[in-house]
T-cell receptor
């Protein structure tokens, strides 16, 4: 099963961009890369996902390496509300199994 | 506000009690999930229902019994739980996809404490 590795924690200053890395060297050709985040006392929240091309939405951007062995979640201007645990997940099997890695705890400093 | 509603938000029960957790969604999703999350750990998948049928059971002990009475509702029946079962129980829903590109929508969970 393809797995992901992420740094345990990262810090950012408010209103600065944040780049959250994820390595997935054993990714298969049809695995989608998903990012979720979990704010304190809440359930996980979908952020973004992609397959090969870079993706943008109102929350973030996802940059996927050409060989797809790594990806980066980009928050363009961090706010205090972005402090959360960010999970990078590969969806394998037939779209139902869903394995969270340990995630990166992001702290945002005012 | 989350579109997946879980009740109760908190539950304290003894090891001999029987209780149920409830999850409801009205987004028309036909796949629903139960996860268990221990403190400072990532969520772990327990069960998956697709079109109201159990499709994945991640070797969960039989003291946890899931039920999907209809496409909007998912229950988790609890009986004879152990103290180590104390955790946050999360429900999620999504389109039941053959592709892997459907996001899951999570509730805020039920925090369960076993005395």
């Amino acid at each position: 099963d393809a797995k992901t590795t992420q740094p345990n924690s990262m810090e950012s200053n408010e209103e600065e961009p944040v780049h959250l890395p994820c390595n997935h060297s054993t990714i298969s050709g049809t695995d989608y890369i998903h990012w979720y985040r979990q704010l304190p006392s809440q359930g996980p929240e979908y952020v973004i996902h992609g397959l090969t091309s870079n993706v943008n939405n109102r929350m973030a951007s996802l940059a996927i390496a050409e060989d797809r062995k790594s990806s980066t979640l980009i928050l363009h201007r961090a706010t205090l509300r972005d402090a959360a645990v960010y999970y990078c997940i590969l969806r394998y099997n037939y779209g139902q199994n869903f394995v969270f890695g340990p995630g990166t705890r992001l702290s945002v400093l005012p | 506000d989350t579109e997946v509603t879980q009740t109760p938000k908190h539950l304290v029960m003894g090891m001999t009690n029987k209780k149920s957790l409830k999850c409801e969604q009205h987004m028309g999703h036909r796949a629903m999930y139960w996860y268990k999350q221990k403190a400072k750990k990532p969520p772990e998948l327990m069960f998956v229902y697709s079109y109201e049928k159990l499709s994945i059971n991640e070797s969960v002990p039989s003291r946890f019994s899931p039920e999907c009475p209809n496409s909007s509702l998912l229950n988790l029946h609890l009986h004879a739980l152990q103290p180590e079962d104390s955790a946050l129980y999360l429900c999620a829903s999504s389109q039941p996809t053959g592709g892997r590109n459907q996001p899951q929508h999570f509730g805020d969970g039920t925090r369960l404490s076993i005395l």
